[in-house]
């Protein structure tokens, strides 16, 4: 995938896209979005994929999924979040983040032994 973009960058072409100079962003985009391993739904079902979200993240991305405005809600407090769900903003436990260098996940990664985020 990476070499497809890249390659696609270079030449400037990905198939009918981009004008054949380099740096041809149009060409760049169509590799970045339309290439098979981009659009295929078999890296979805693979649990050694994708990131962890910190707790604090994962509640600002329900926030923002429900479109919480400031002008409704102006001031918004998230008090208490460290007892609630063990982490608040600006209050790591180290400089890392939330998850310890040897944090191990629950299901096949954990069973396989491999650290994560």
């Given at each position: ?14 198939g ?13 985009m ?11 739904v ?25 479109e ?21 903003s600006?209050s ?15 299901g ?10």
């Open positions: 995938y990476i070499k497809e973009v890249a390659t696609a960058f270079r030449t400037g072409k990905y009918d896209f981009g004008s054949g100079s380099c740096g041809d962003l149009a060409a760049t169509a590799a970045v979005l339309l290439d098979p391993e981009a659009r295929s078999t890296l979805d079902a693979d649990p050694f994929h994708g990131v962890l979200r910190e707790p604090i993240l994962k509640v600002l991305a329900v926030m923002r999924g429900m919480i405005k400031h002008d409704l809600f102006p001031i918004l407090r998230l008090e208490g979040m460290n007892d609630k769900i063990g982490q608040m600006h790591f436990p180290t400089v890392f983040g939330f998850f310890l260098p040897e944090y191990m996940p629950d096949r990664p954990g069973e396989a032994t491999l650290v994560a985020p």
